[in-house]
């Protein structure tokens, strides 16, 4: 198989770390690796399939001679993006900076893979619970239509990165200690609470996260008639967002089809069997790359109703692992750029 | 005002010792109190206004010269209930057990305060996430009629008694101290975690939890052509459940007006101020006895659609101050029984 040279942005953070886990996991064909971070990062030594890797600040001559570039996340692809594309090195990007841009490809391979195929030389990797969403309704929407999703989430602390995570443990002990410990990466204090607010507010009084849920959906699915409605919360939990589906779909599928249909389809596993408390949690949904779905009922209320429970690890399945499998799709159609 | 002899029953567990906070600080008109559990609990001492009360085990006998018995739950009102009420003392119910038989009342006071005078010795206190979510639906219902409900729940731990709080806490701590702590209140754990499954699976493979959302709904609002399809779900938060409520209305309702409906109705306090990152949240719902509404806003996509977070103390509006509230119902209208 061809070997390619490719540079990770961003890969000191959360995200870019999984990044590296997963190049490794799935024995990613790579020529040469590069590694780079802000200036505050530079200068890291990082560990990649025993060999070490001193991580290097991005500049816009970090892309030359080289053929893929995973961005973590955040302004970096704003910065560099259109620096490494002149250069002939196709960005797969984790942040939001892209994805409603219609001449970049917004891919979830289980989806839309082919649509890699047009990149102008970036592709857009999906917010991360529009991505776990989609896994479980495609199968779905390709046997009945879907007309309508109304979603609520339960995101972890993880989704604000690893200051996420530290903050929920050190406040859940200073709670348990009864010390103060004011939130910072937070609104307001996650310890024991719910925060029913992820990124900024929006039209209509909905958030950021909400609206991604409802276009980035459209624009993955190709079908903007889809109707969604979602309310973003945050949960006390370290890693695995976790969604309550509710779908109507165009055609009737009764629970027994639905199952048998999400069973067989790709990405998703179904953890559905109540006799046995089994159903998707986040704590064993963490560290998959799967996409899990339990306690798929009828919703009676309408003709054609089905409710879900979905589960995934948003650091892997919903950032890292869907912009590996982006890169795989590259190779896969032998659509890389020549590189200048 | 008349004064009335109370008895608690199960006065030792969580939402009895919340019902005796609540007699206090609405200042009920008590004559005698009567504090009574099972014989495993009989002997404790309890104060109550000043004056210590040994608690006796409950027996057909302790209702006889009683005017009401507020039962806090579980198998208690099957035993006893019938006779309470063969001497003349009205049971007021926290339990499921006669939830739904159509000769006891279902009540919570801001939504039906009337069917507390049909009773015929019995009247029911519903679930704790129905009452949240009822007392913030009935103003919409009234304002434009309702069609469909998808409620999501996010439920905290002191729904399952004060074992649930102390499962939780001792969880956290082991996890953090890298100790195992299985379940034990808990089908899984709770810690870190979200478990979508509250009480036993039924029909349909939706819950007693999520089945008792809709049609307890659809008894206390009088209309059974209230469509309604739940999912509940555990989470690790200590007190006050919050609830994801996205509804269908009849007629058209913005969401200001909605906002000002909501804003004058009884038991419900609006906090919506997004700008302002003000939205209720469990933490700071807790104690309270209002059921707090935020995150008001119109779906786009139905016609007449709206989406609401709903938070309450399901200890409090959820079990205590609902079964004091209707007591005091029974005062106002006058409908003791006669004692026998």
């Known amino acids: 198989m061809k070997k390619v040279n490719v540079v990770v942005v961003g890969a000191t953070g959360a995200v870019g770390q999984e990044i590296l886990n997963i190049l490794n996991e799935r024995n990613f064909p790579i020529n040469n690796l590069k590694l780079c971070a802000t200036s505050r990062s530079a200068g890291t030594e990082i560990e990649f399939q025993g060999q070490k890797y001193v991580v290097e600040e991005t500049t816009p001559e970090s892309f030359t001679g080289m053929d893929i570039a995973l961005f973590a996340g955040g302004k970096a692809s704003l910065e560099y993006g259109p620096a490494a594309v002149e250069r002939g090195c196709v960005v797969i990007d984790n942040s939001s900076n892209y994805r409603m841009d219609q001449e970049v490809p917004l891919v979830v391979p289980e989806v839309n893979p082919e649509d890699v195929t047009w990149h102008k030389g970036i592709i857009a990797n999906p917010n991360c619970s529009t991505i776990i969403m989609v896994v479980a309704l495609k199968p779905i929407y390709d046997a009945a239509g879907i007309k309508r999703v109304v979603v609520s989430t339960y995101q972890a602390v993880s ?182």
């Open 159 to 340: 989704g604000a990165g690893k200051e996420g995570i530290e903050e929920l443990t050190e406040q859940v002990k200073a709670v348990l200690e009864g010390r103060e410990y004011p939130p910072s990466k937070f609104a307001h204090q996650i310890a024991f609470n719910l925060i029913p607010h992820i990124d900024v507010f929006q039209d209509m009084d909905y958030t950021k996260e909400e609206w991604k849920m409802v276009k980035e959906t459209q624009k993955i699915m190709h079908d903007s008639s889809i109707r969604i409605t979602a309310t973003t919360v945050r949960v006390p939990v370290y890693r695995s967002h976790s969604e309550s589906v509710n779908i109507e779909t165009e055609r009737k599928l009764t629970a027994a089809q639905a199952k048998e249909i999400l069973a067989q389809a790709p990405g998703v596993i179904v953890q559905d069997d109540v006799a046995n408390k089994v159903y998707p949690m986040p704590l064993f949904t963490s560290d998959k790359d799967e996409v899990f779905v339990g306690r798929i009922r009828e919703d009676h209320t309408v003709d054609n109703g089905l409710n879900l429970w979905v589960a995934g690890d948003q650091i892997r399945k919903g950032a890292a692992t869907n912009a590996v499998q982006i890169a795989e799709l590259l190779l896969k159609y032998d659509c890389l750029m020549e590189k200048k």
